[in-house]
């Protein structure tokens, strides 16, 4: 399959009955597939972004538990596919957290983190996700963050810095001496978001929430999506889930490459497009501060 922009192909997907509806939507090249069968059919630096969470090993729903070896292998060999369709100026985002075996934690981004590096790939940023809800731990610290690796293929590489910038704490502060005394010292546009993202995970009553358990906020990614990527760029997710980073590349006129093992994710991820397609798609605003129940109090 080529990556062309004019060459997605609707008929890739099983569901006959969709099928006609899904024509239209030539932006969009998703399927229940397995992604090493997925990704061999794309062309060689075809991807601008490859953004993706994948199992972390720990026994979810939509995982078969192995040895961290295994895990390690399968994870190499979806890595050098990924390094293999991206474009020289694109970008890889792994978002990973911890394997826990009989309590002992293993950062994967610690463990994975090699594996680009034998692709000659640079890393820009281990991002920090911070978020507020998740496993009350007993015998250590609650876990409330993960990481996303930020790799490149080259120096040459695409970072619209003024596209996710945020409000300045204090936008109309001024230069109090110097050569610019009186002038706005901080960027009218706003400040780089900086490198720790404190973005609420989908759990129970986020807006957001399908049947996946472990989907991504989409403002998460539309972060990356608009950063790392021009319109018309084709972004990639080849452990699709419910089809979240698919919504954030389309919500920002890129293209939209995915797959995913279970037919039901696929399922929700479609009817999520089309209901972004109608405009009845309800997302967390990419920025939206975080709500704080103490604030009234303060
Ligand atoms: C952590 S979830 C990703 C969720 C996704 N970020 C979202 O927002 O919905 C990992 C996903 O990988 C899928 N998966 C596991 N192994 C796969 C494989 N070999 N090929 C494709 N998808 C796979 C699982 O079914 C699961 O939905």
Redesign the pocket.
């Known amino acids: 399959m080529g990556a062309g922009k004019t060459n997605a192909k609707p008929a890739q997907v099983k569901r006959e009955a969709t099928v006609t509806r899904l024509q239209a939507d030539a932006e969009v090249n998703i399927a229940c597939?397995?992604?090493?069968?997925?990704m061999r059919k794309l062309d060689d630096e075809s991807m601008d972004l490859v953004v993706?969470?994948?199992?972390?090993n720990i026994g979810?729903e939509?995982?078969v538990r192995r040895s961290q070896d295994a895990y390690i292998e399968?994870q190499a060999a979806?890595i050098a596919e990924a390094v293999r369709v991206l474009t020289p100026t694109g970008s890889i985002c792994w978002?990973v957290g911890n394997h826990v075996d009989s309590g002992e934690v293993f950062p994967l981004d610690i463990l994975l983190y090699p594996l680009f590096r034998n692709h000659g790939l640079q890393l820009r940023n281990r991002i920090v996700w911070t978020f507020g809800h998740g496993l009350h731990c007993q015998k250590r610290f609650s876990g409330r963050h993960e990481t996303i690796l930020w790799f490149t293929k080259s120096d040459d590489y695409k970072f619209n810095l003024d596209d996710v910038r945020i409000p300045s704490k204090y936008p109309n502060k001024k230069h109090f001496k110097g050569p610019n005394k009186g002038q706005l010292s901080s960027n009218p546009l706003g400040k780089n978001p900086s490198d720790v993202w404190d973005i609420p995970n989908?759990k129970s009553n986020h807006v957001e929430k399908?049947e996946?358990?472990?989907?991504?906020p989409?403002g998460l990614?539309e972060r990356l999506v608009l950063a790392l990527t021009d319109e018309g760029d084709s972004v990639l997710?080849?452990?699709?889930?419910?089809?979240?980073?698919a919504i954030a590349a389309l919500k920002h006129d890129r293209y939209a490459f995915g797959?995913?093992?279970?037919q039901t994710?696929i399922d929700?991820?479609w009817d999520r497009i089309h209901a972004l397609r109608a405009g009845t798609l309800r997302t967390r605003p990419m920025n939206k501060p975080v709500y704080d129940p103490n604030a009234k109090d303060n």
């Open positions: 597939q397995d992604n090493l069968k997925f993706t969470s994948p199992p972390y979810k939509y995982e399968e979806c978002q989908v399908t996946h358990p472990c989907q991504f989409v990614i997710d080849p452990y699709l889930g419910v089809g979240s980073s797959c995913d093992l279970d994710y929700i991820a």
